[in-house]
Nanobody
Framework: VQLQASGGGLVQAGDSLRISCSASGLAFSSYNLGWFRQAPGKEREFVAAINWNGNTTRYLDSVKGRFIISRDNFNNAVVLQMHSLKPEDTAVYYC?????????????????????????WGQGTQVTVSS
């Protein structure tokens, strides 16, 4: 299984950026997905999650209304569109796939924000927002 994140870069505060993650080696459409981020000296934190068919999403409070997670099950990709970026959004962003395929929605929405619930991780892409 491979998750490959891309699209990071250096932007200014207020700019938009789109990062994506392509997957191979797993039944992509059966897995719930998430994006996490880790800033220097801080723990990895949940950013956004999307269920297997893309019908429902969840977000970290500080990114609600600014970030949008979406997925393309035909092309095995998940995207995080980020708007109105702030310096505090600076971090390495990781995509991840649920540790269980076809997990029930009830179980997923109790656990989506915990990194331990994800089995497959991408290598991360750096997003830097300058003030």
């Amino acid at each position: 299984v491979q998750l490959q994140a891309s699209g990071g870069g250096l932007v200014q505060a207020g700019d938009s950026l789109r990062i994506s993650c392509s997957a191979s080696g797993l039944a992509f459409s059966s897995y719930n997905l998430g994006w996490f981020r880790q800033a220097p000296g801080k723990e990895r934190e949940f950013v956004a999650a999307i269920n297997w068919n893309g019908n429902t999403t969840r977000y970290l409070d500080s990114v609600k209304g600014r970030f949008i997670i979406s997925r393309d099950n035909f092309n095995n990709a998940v995207v995080l569109q980020m708007h109105s970026l702030k310096p505090e959004d600076t971090a390495v962003y990781y995509c991840a796939a649920d540790r269980r395929s076809q997990r029930s929605l009830q179980s997923w929405w109790r656990n989506f924000a915990f990194a331990r619930e994800y089995r497959y991780w991408g290598q991360g892409t750096q997003v830097t927002v300058s003030s």
